[in-house]
């Protein structure tokens, strides 16, 4: 564009602005979502792990001293600062004669919309929700 004093004018006309506008809020619509099912799954793969190592601590603490750790901070495995701030880790040991327990990592905040919702392993090694793992 050619002023009057016969001066260009550089820059961008608001209808190109928008369109620039218009095409990264498509592509945010479209790349949000799919990052914050990611995050999720990154959280869910570190509490997977952490029950991994309780149940394998849980393993070890029977063989030591007869009997299953009555809570989780008996087996001295410090839950990693995501795992803590995303799910709550419980242990529940069951009734009878034979010793068992089973491990449960409850979703909190934002990981609560996650596909898996709570995941469990008990002394048998069995898992839940099995798609999950």
């Known amino acids: 564009m050619t002023k009057k004093n016969g001066s260009t004018q550089a820059g961008f006309t ?3 602005l928008m369109i620039a506008v218009a095409i990264v809020a498509i592509l945010t619509s479209v790349a949000y979502p ?3 099912q990611h995050v999720r799954k990154s959280h869910r793969a ?3 792990s952490h029950l991994m190592a ?8 029977l063989l030591d001293t007869r009997a299953y750790a009555a809570d989780v901070g008996a087996l001295n495995v410090p839950a990693p600062g995501s795992v803590s701030a995303h799910y709550n880790v419980t242990l529940a040991l069951g009734a009878g004669t034979a010793p068992t327990f089973t491990l449960s990592a409850a979703p909190l905040g934002s990981q609560a919309a996650d596909k898996c919702g709570t995941l469990s392993i008990d ?3 069995v898992k839940t929700p099995g798609n999950c793992w």
């Open 46 to 48: 570190e509490a997977q």
């Open 34 to 36: 799919s990052y914050t």
């Open 54 to 61: 309780l149940a394998s601590r849980q393993q070890q603490y």
């Open 123 to 125: 002394n048998a090694g």
């Open 14 to 16: 608001l209808i190109e």
